[in-house]
């Protein structure tokens, strides 16, 4: 899988807006880098890549994860004004050919910090396909991802595949490693499924260009500029 940014800047030896490549970004509300949704949300990323791949497609993958934005997410909450990596995490959401979005089950649902990312989108992400994912401590919360993450999504108009993946505790071994133990097959076997039919939806659809993203954050002043104005 290659990035589209390496370091903050366009990768310029690839274009990720010809027909023959598609663009993903990876949301993971991960509260550790190690987490279980990052790695599920990287498991996701590969089989889709790799599906695509198989189509002749390229895919270019940006990786998201909120826990070293969780300052900044709570900061626009309340200025709703987002700035830095975070104005651009969400810019390259809104330019995704499509979106993988993981999160670990609290109390029943989606963290706070996944919600208040996805509540800094004011305006619909319309029939942007997204795949779903989540993890758990057992598959008795499987079905947070129909009650309270479906809704969500399709509250922002985006494309909810059908398929989506969770994973409990007991799934994980050395995850992901189909060749490592028959409790990992059937979850690699999941993941294999959601990706395929993710490629499908994305190949389906035309690459989304640079110009057709309106970046309405990209001449926004910093708060502590304007605050500065005011002394």
Do not use: C
Request: aromatic letters at 6%; zero cysteines.
């Amino acid at each position: 899988m290659s990035e589209i940014f390496e370091g903050g800047a366009i990768d310029s030896t690839r274009d990720p807006f010809t027909p023959a490549s598609r663009r993903v970004v990876v949301v993971s509300g991960g509260l550790s880098e190690s987490a279980a949704s990052t790695r599920l949300a990287k498991a996701l990323a590969e089989a889709t890549s790799n599906h695509l791949s198989q189509e002749g497609v390229d895919a270019d993958v940006q990786d998201v994860e909120l826990r070293p934005l969780a300052g900044a997410i709570m900061d626009a909450m309340l200025t709703m004004n987002p700035v830095g990596d975070l104005a651009e995490s969400l810019q390259a959401v809104r330019g995704a050919d499509g979106v993988i979005a993981v999160s670990p089950t609290f109390q029943a649902s989606y963290s706070g910090l996944f919600k208040a990312f996805w509540d800094l989108f004011e305006d619909p992400l319309r029939e942007k396909p997204v795949l779903l994912g989540a993890t758990g401590g057992t598959a008795r919360h499987s079905l947070m991802i129909d009650y309270a993450m479906r809704p969500l999504f399709s509250y922002l108009r985006m494309d909810v595949m059908p398929s989506a993946v969770f994973a409990a505790s007991d799934d994980f071994g050395d995850v992901i490693d189909k060749n490592d133990g028959t409790r990992d097959a059937p979850l690699h076997a999941r993941i294999e499924s959601a990706g395929a039919q993710f490629a499908k939806a994305l190949i389906a659809r035309p690459a989304i260009g640079r110009a057709e993203v309106d970046d309405k954050f990209k001449n926004v002043t910093p708060l502590e500029e304007m605050l500065g104005s005011l002394g």
